[in-house]
């Protein structure tokens, strides 16, 4: 553990504020937050993460690594950022030496996150890596023994775990209020017609498409929801819409995950449809999120009419906050890179799957 953590964390205990790893119950914040240096300064850096971490209590803003250097004046200017926390991806290893950063969190195209995730881990820098976690198997694994081996934390960007509705769902596994789940609908993505042909989201070799994109909200909450894991996924490619456009990568892919014993997820994923659901069918009822994977307004409903509305403010500022709190009190985060592999492993059995019109065993 790095020696700035450790002194939080003996901070932490000094004063009697170690408490349960939760997202529901959260400590008062200590004297010195973490410091968090964004890596790629997107548009869910610039108008989701940076504006989420105005309100976190357990880590701030400290630092940029860009390979836009156009993009820092404004971004010092908008957060106070100082010179000596500014770096581009060329000088990014000289982070190591900056006790002001505690993290690097990796928010860049899926297809460099490996080399990233690396990099950052090999600074002895925590690592928050934005989902999905990388492009294959072998990628993700790299990233877990980098972090390993450097001794520092891996969390993956899955806000969704963090948002209270979907843990209040998760709960259900345990209390089983309707019975046991009998079957699984769960659908991600959003309505538009494909992106320039430039954007790394039309590139395959990037990550881009439905399923790298948005299939993971989908895979990730039918596994999270249910406690389970697949043992075999279809998958297909419905007709086109655009196929002008979308040359390289997935349009839409509906596919179905096997949880064995007769529970069957049916799935989907598309960046030109507008999926966004979760429901759990069950002996005595059902439950669902609807939308699922929004940034905002979450909500959860029942068959008896229960409604659990959106949360005030942003899902990122928990799930920062619960990710800095790991840190601080020496725990295990929410979402470990087990979790992001996992997810990776079926998105590419899917890819099989659909190509080869066979069901693909895990």
Not at 11 to 36: E, F, R
Request: aromatic share 8%; with cysteine; glycine share 10%.
């Amino acid at each position: 553990m790095p020696s700035i953590t450790r002194r939080h964390f003996l901070q932490l205990t000094g004063s009697g504020l170690l408490i349960a790893h939760s997202p529901y119950l959260l400590a008062q914040p200590p004297k010195n937050k973490l410091g968090v240096a964004l890596l790629g300064l997107g548009n869910y850096s610039t108008n989701l993460l940076a504006p989420a971490l105005k309100h976190t209590k357990y880590c701030e803003l400290r630092g940029i690594i860009t390979g836009s250097e156009e993009k820092i004046p404004q971004w010092q200017r908008k957060h106070g950022i100082k010179d000596s926390n500014v770096y581009t991806y060329r000088t990014m290893a000289e982070i190591a030496n900056n006790d002001d950063i505690d993290i690097i969190y990796v928010v860049t195209p899926t297809g460099t996150h490996k080399d990233f995730a690396v990099q950052a881990a090999n600074t002895s820098k925590h690592v928050w890596c934005e989902k999905p976690m990388a492009m294959d198997s072998k990628e993700c694994q790299a990233i877990i023994d980098a972090c390993k081996s450097n001794n520092v934390t891996l969390s993956i960007g899955y806000r969704m775990q963090h948002e209270p509705n979907t843990r209040t769902f998760r709960q259900y596994l345990k209390t089983k209020p309707y019975g046991n789940i009998t079957a699984v609908s769960s659908f991600a993505g959003y309505a538009g017609q494909g992106r320039a042909k430039d954007n790394w989201r039309m590139k395959k070799h990037m990550g881009g498409g439905a399923l790298y994109d948005m299939g993971v909200y989908a895979i990730n909450s039918a596994r999270f929801l249910t406690g389970r894991e697949p043992v075999a996924v279809t998958g297909n490619h419905p007709p086109q819409r655009f196929p002008e456009k979308f040359t390289e990568v997935d349009e839409t892919t509906l596919f179905t995950m096997d949880f064995g014993g007769g529970l069957v997820a049916d799935c989907g994923t598309s960046v030109v449809k507008g999926f966004n659901h979760f429901k759990a069918d069950c002996e005595d009822g059902w439950y669902q999120l609807k939308p699922m994977q929004s940034y905002s307004g979450v909500t959860g409903t029942t068959s008896d009419e229960k409604v659990l509305p959106p949360i005030d403010g942003m899902q990122q500022t928990l799930q920062m906050d619960n990710d800095a709190l790991a840190i601080l009190t020496g725990r295990q985060p929410m979402v470990t890179g087990s979790e992001g592999l996992a997810d990776i492993k079926i998105v590419n059995a899917i890819f099989e799957a659909a190509k080869t019109g066979r069901t693909v065993t895990l």
